[in-house]
């Protein structure tokens, strides 16, 4: 029994080796390398954000108590809430209402301005229950980032 043990122990230390020669599991950041981001409507770079504002325009609609389950160099991904105003009668009187959602982010591109620095250039949502009125269950936003100029 003890030769059974020995050998086990044997074992499990080999692939716990073989795991860390090998490194991060593929779309894991690595060490030092400098994380993807997601850029909010500010042009601020964000990563693992609790919120993300959707609409930035008027801010009636965006993701809440987002918990993030992976965040690699190619994509990211999250569960929460889109809070979405209904505007009824109009937007300032209206009422928002929370809906379930995954979260996606990924198509990773080089951030103008900002050398070395990687964004999410894709927001995919998909309501695990209930949608918005006229909204599909699956919905997607591009993340138009500009070019900072510089300052003089």
Known sequence: M?????????LIGAVVALAAAVGPAAGEERPGDPPT????????????????????GDGNNGLVSLRWTQWGPASAAAAGL??????????????????????????????????????????H??????????????????IVVASRAPLA
């Open 37 to 56: 981001v997601a850029v909010d409507c500010s042009g601020n770079s964000q990563v693992r954000p609790g919120s993300y504002l959707i609409a930035c």
């Open 125 to 142: 949502v998909h309501y695990t229950a209930n949608t918005p009125p006229g909204t599909p269950r699956d919905t997607s936003y591009p």
């Open 82 to 123: 889109d809070m979405v105003n209904d505007c009824r009668p109009y937007c300032a009187a209206g009422r928002f209402h929370s809906y379930p959602v995954t979260v996606r982010l990924d198509t990773v591109r080089p951030r103008p301005g900002h050398e070395g620095q990687s964004y999410y250039s894709v927001l």
């Open 2 to 10: 003890r030769r059974q043990k020995a050998k086990a122990a044997a």
